[in-house]
């Protein structure tokens, strides 16, 4: 089946600083989502991606739809304390059921 | 707004028992999902539900099995329960079917299998 890279798998960074974590697919997408999960809580969508090439913010968060349709990067400027959490890639290939597949997820802690 | 509501939040079982995970949606969506969270494994889809009514295998359907009688609500069930299955489970749904928009979670079910 369809397999998700995600990576880095954690980083601690201190408050202020900016964060960058990718994912790369073995085939290609038609959809790149990004979630964030607080804990004890179910993943919150952040952006979605539909096109390839395609770079959306939203607030300090940016994403990218890479050009191959095989990667996305999500990037956090100036992160914050509450930007702890779990970030999570979803990729869709196409079809009517939308099954995502999901990366294996970055876990973010911000040092105040 | 509800969105996508989960119950039980938590639930400890013993080897061998069932029980049913039930799974409520109030955005009138078409697609329904059931997902496991385990350590170090990211979400993995166990079944889902493209309309009410029907269902289709996901990628860990293995001792589980689950309805859609009603539009709002896709249960998952155990009927005998592994410590395999010490999960926490997600639903998750979705607009029109075949269009672009994302799925919506749940906050998740935390089941423990002694």
């Known amino acids: 089946g369809q397999q998700l890279n995600q990576s880095p798998q954690s980083m601690f960074i201190q408050e202020g600083e900016d964060v960058s974590m990718n994912c790369t697919s073995s085939?290609?997408?038609?959809?790149w989502l990004w979630y964030k999960q607080d804990p004890g809580e179910g993943p919150v969508l952040l952006i979605a991606l539909y096109k390839a090439g395609e770079l959306t913010s939203n607030g300090r968060l940016t994403a990218q739809f890479g050009i191959t349709r095989k990667d996305s990067f999500l990037n956090i400027s100036a992160s914050i304390p509450s930007d702890v959490g779990i970030y999570f890639c979803a990729g869709h290939s196409g079809g009517s059921n939308y099954k995502l597949t999901f990366g294996k997820g970055t876990l973010l802690t911000v040092n105040p | 707004n509800a969105g996508v509501t989960q119950t039980p939040k938590f639930q400890v079982l013993k080897t061998g028992q069932s029980m049913t995970l039930q799974c409520a949606q109030d955005m009138n969506h078409n697609s329904m999902y059931w997902y496991r969270q385990d350590p170090g494994m990211g979400l993995r889809l166990i079944y889902y539900s493209a309309s009410e009514g029907t269902t289709d295998k996901g990628e860990v359907p293995d001792g589980y099995n689950v309805s859609r009688l009603k539009k709002q609500n896709f249960l998952l069930g155990l009927e005998s329960a592994a410590p395999s299955q010490t999960s926490v489970y997600f639903c998750?749904?979705?607009?029109?079917?075949?269009?672009?928009?994302?799925?919506?979670f749940g906050d998740g079910t935390r089941l423990s299998i002694l």
């Open positions: 998750a749904s979705k607009g029109e079917l075949g269009s672009n928009q994302p799925q919506h």
């Open positions: 085939s290609i997408f038609n959809t």
